[in-house]
């Protein structure tokens, strides 16, 4: 009886395995690409950048590139979070600043051409090679501001700004911190007495970068801190806006990519630096994101000014970094107090 | 105790059964039927999304190769080369007489257009083509690495593909043509080769979205299926309800994809998996009641017949069980009636018997009364008759002694010899009693004389003959034998006297016992000892007398002797 249960048993399983079985097409497993034409991009980029990046990095390579997109911190983080077996192999995107904190990510990697390299934008030991440069720079609101009022950093601390600035908040955004780091660089005086000054102007900090120029188009603020490229962007859009670089100079902070140390496709990760780096994607950096190339042998943009024009000067990556900690705090305090 | 388990393992077993025999082809068939409906669905399903799949492939293999061959066409075209290179510009008309007769079985099909080098649009069939593509990027630098036909997909402007030709100058590309196949073309190009509610998707090589049949608005499922691709799990996973088929057009690396509605939805499998679970389980119910019922209609008798034997084991044989119907278990019951019947006859028979015996030995020990203190007077009277000198009183008086003292003797069973002893001290005493009135011989065998009979067996017969044989006062002759007769020992004493009445006779060999005051009474005792010896056949026998007058009586004894056998 029992014997003749267990037969029972049996073929009814087998029955329904047999008609749930997922008929997995094995000509389908075929079109998959092999391991070793995989990469695995992180990225901070927008779509609009690395898109056509990947796309043609596929076409040129047949590498078939996984792109996993994210705000920079959470995605260092993810790496780190991964530990002695990464799932990614190249960091594509945020400052250096970012990656310099998160050095022991990554392995060093000497793309070909870097000599051609404009100044200043080689990084020490290679472990990074930078992709675009981004000048921080100061906006307007071309209907309630003439252009001849303001002039450089040291507005930010005119009180007739008095909550009037639009400035992201720099424990969110990387950008504005480094803009506040050029700031304080800029200006003479105590760090943390310009600090108390510029945070009593500037009031309530705005959330996220990407509002800047929205909240100075819009007229919610006059005069706003923000990357070269958004900017640029924004006038090119239609909005409102003006761009003063400060007399003062400004930073010139690149952003780049990174090899991650034990990638999984190493040599697809190093193929991909390299092409990031050429003289085809520098050239596109300048004609379609309205960033400036890494390079000397790919010009910027006719209209722009120069290096030289803007007083560029050596952004203090070290000192920032080590900065950063008790800047947020002391930022946190005073923003704070500023607000009821 | 013993019923209710009887009942439990019964029931289960009967149960068991039914289940076994209601369920498990149900169950086969009910899987077998599932199974063999949702293959065939499903592999009908598979090759016409195949059929569909390898028919839009080719539609679009054809496409490129005929695009291929036309730009090819174009790229040989001298007007062309020269309106490239602006020797031949302000020619406007001609270069596009050209290009129109060069494309115009594809007219429909694609659009074409010519770029300079540096990628500027110069001459195009429609006006959706670029104005400019760049040089060191993309296509036009693909194409001019390689020789021959590039495809590239793009996703600007919904999607659409491109197949540029770079066409050689002296140095490096003179110019490129260009044939796009933008959503129209598709959508052309494949009405008709497929399915309504199937959707088509082209991918490019990498798998980018080029173009989607207008039906499918999902803009997210093209990087939804490359996740699945990358990952290595099956393309169903990227949607619901949909099975996903695709092909890889192997000249340009693009591939189609067929998005089919799942021909089963799974609400509807779920739907059959409850009918059939429904059947089954209402199967199953069926299959209990009837074996609860049809073991209940067996058992009842069973049970009946079971409590019988019980009563009949503790010593009821008036137990009956009652018979209804003619089955087998009816018959079984109408068995055990008769047996019950027949024990309770054997039973009775055997106490009558037990009591006939002890009646006969009490007979035996009132016969034995005293016999010591009668045995005293008579040697007393022995010899009171010798010394008054009446010879005969001593006699009888030693004779009746010695009768009494073989009498008195506990052996039941005696040799014919002592038997034959006590029978002539009677004949002695009755010859006294009645001189003249009979006389007696004796012929027996010598070798019969130590055969054993039982004891005072003869004396009542030939007291019998003695006293009824000659009642009316005649002289007789009586006579005793013992002879052999195989086996056995046939024992005859014949008189010729008057013989029994009739009524007597057939009053004996009814068995009726002694009439009061007829006498006979030593013939029944003889009669009753014989049976309960040697059986109810053997009892005494009347034998037709020879010469018609008397009786004759015939006992038959198996021949046994005693310790010591027939010479002692």
């Known amino acids: 009886m029992k014997r003749r249960f267990f037969f029972f048993l049996c073929t009814l399983f087998l029955f329904l395995s047999a008609c749930t079985a997922p008929q997995n097409d094995p000509s389908v497993a075929a079109l998959a690409p092999p391991e070793e034409q995989r990469l695995v991009v992180y990225t901070s980029h927008k779509e609009e950048v690395y898109g056509p990046i990947v796309k043609e990095f596929q076409e040129r390579t047949g590498i078939w590139v996984e792109v996993v997109t994210g705000g920079t911190g959470e995605l260092l983080e993810d790496i780190a979070a991964q530990g002695e077996v990464p799932e990614c192999d190249v960091m594509f995107g945020g400052g250096v600043e970012s990656l310099s904190a998160y050095a022991w990510l990554f392995e060093p990697y000497t793309c070909s051409g870097t000599e051609l390299l404009k100044p200043g934008l080689r990084p020490e030991g290679d472990l990074w090679t930078p992709f675009s440069a981004l000048p921080v720079v100061l906006i307007y609101n071309t209907k309630l501001v003439e252009p001849v009022e303001l002039t450089g950093w040291i507005d930010l601390l005119d009180g007739r700004w008095k909550g009037k600035i639009a400035f992201a908040d720099p424990a969110v955004s990387g950008s504005s911190y480094t803009a506040a780091v050029t700031l304080l660089s800029c200006l003479p005086g105590e760090t943390w007495e310009l600090l108390k000054y510029f945070t009593e102007n500037l009031g309530q900090p705005l959330a996220d970068s990407g509002d800047v120029v929205a909240a100075v188009s819009g007229g919610s603020k006059s005069i706003g801190v923000t990357l070269e490229e958004t900017a640029l962007k924004g006038i090119a859009q239609g909005e409102d806006i003006g761009v003063i670089y400060p007399a003062e100079g400004t930073s010139s902070v690149p952003d780049g990519s990174a090899l991650v140390a034990g990638a999984p496709h190493p040599d697809n990760a190093r193929a991909f630096l390299e092409f990031v780096q050429s003289t085809d994607v520098q050239a596109l950096v300048v004609s379609n994101f309205y960033r400036r190339s890494v390079r000397q042998d790919v010009a910027d943009r006719e209209e722009l000014p120069t290096e030289e024009e803007m007083g560029v000067f050596d952004y203090p990556v070290d000192w920032a970094s080590a900065l950063k900690e008790e800047f947020l705090l002391r930022w946190a305090d005073l923003v704070g107090e500023g607000t009821p | ?568």
Request: charged share 20%; aromatic share 6%; net charge negative.
């Open chain 2, 1 to 568: 105790m013993r019923g209710v388990g009887l009942r439990a393992s019964f029931r289960k077993k009967l149960l068991g059964s039914f289940l076994a025999v209601g369920l498990v082809p149900l169950v086969v068939c009910v899987g077998l039927i599932l199974g063999i409906f949702q293959t065939v669905l499903l592999r009908n399903s598979m090759e016409s999304a195949q059929s569909q799949i390898e028919a839009l492939t080719s539609d679009l293999g054809g496409l490129i190769a005929s695009c291929g061959d036309v730009l090819e066409e174009l790229g040989r075209e001298e007007l062309i080369l020269r309106a490239m290179t602006g020797r031949g510009r302000g020619n406007g008309t001609q270069v596009y007489n050209a290009l129109y007769s060069a494309a115009a079985p594809l007219l429909r099909e694609a659009d074409f257009a010519l770029y300079d080098a540096e990628g500027k649009l110069l001459y195009a069939i429609s006006n959706a083509v670029p104005r400019s593509l760049p040089a060191n990027w993309g296509i036009l630098a693909a194409a001019r690495e390689e020789e021959g036909l590039v495809c590239r997909g793009t996703d600007t402007g919904g999607g659409c593909m491109r197949m540029v030709q770079a066409i050689p100058g002296e140095e490096g590309a003179a110019g490129y043509v260009m044939a796009e196949l933008r959503e129209e073309h598709f959508r052309h190009l494949f009405q008709g080769s497929y399915v309504a509610g199937n959707d088509v998707l082209v991918l490019d090589p990498f798998w980018s979205q080029v173009y989607a049949s207008p039906t499918l608005q999902d803009s997210t499922l093209a990087p939804r299926l490359r996740a699945c691709l990358m990952e290595g799990r099956s393309l169903d996973e990227a949607g619901a309800d949909y099975t996903y088929h695709v092909l890889r057009e192997e000249e340009s690396g693009f591939c189609v994809l067929l998005r089919q509605p799942k021909p089963l939805a799974d609400g509807v499998m779920r739907l059959f998996y409850v009918v059939a679970g429904i059947s089954i389980l209402l199967c199953a119910a069926v299959c209990v009641q009837v074996a609860m019922r049809i073991s209940r209609q067996l058992f009842e008798p069973i049970r009946t017949l079971n409590s019988a034997m019980a009563a009949v084991e503790g010593g009821d044989l008036d137990t009956q069980v009652k018979v209804t119907g003619t089955d087998e278990i009816s018959q079984l019951s109408g068995r055990f009636n008769r047996m019950t019947q027949r024990l309770k006859a054997n039973l009775t028979q055997s106490i009558r018997q037990q009591q006939e015996l002890g009646d006969a030995q009490i007979r035996m020990m009132q016969a034995q009364l005293n016999p010591h203190f009668l045995y005293n007077t008579l040697d007393t009277l022995k010899w009171l008759g010798k010394i008054n000198g009446s010879q005969e009183v001593s006699t009888i008086s030693a004779d009746l002694a010695d009768i009494l003292r073989r009498s008195i003797s506990a052996e039941e069973f005696v040799a014919l010899r002592e038997e034959l002893a006590v029978l002539e001290r009677y004949v002695e005493i009755q010859t006294i009693r009645f001189p003249g009135k009979f006389d007696f011989s004796l012929r027996v065998e010598e070798h019969l004389l130590d055969a054993l009979v039982p004891k005072l067996m003869l004396q009542p017969l030939v007291e019998n003959a003695i006293i009824h044989g000659f009642e009316d006062g005649s002289h007789g002759h009586i006579t005793v034998e013992a002879v052999q007769s195989g086996e056995l020992m046939l024992l005859t004493v014949r008189d010729d006297g008057c013989g029994m009445s009739e009524e007597s006779l057939e009053r004996f060999l009814r068995r009726e016992g002694p009439q009061a005051g007829n006498g006979h009474l030593g013939l029944y005792n003889v009669d009753a000892i014989l049976r309960l010896h040697y059986g109810p056949d053997s009892g005494l026998r009347f034998l037709p007398p020879p010469g018609g007058r008397g009786t004759c009586i015939r006992v038959a004894l198996p021949i046994s002797y005693e310790k010591g056998g027939e010479g002692s």
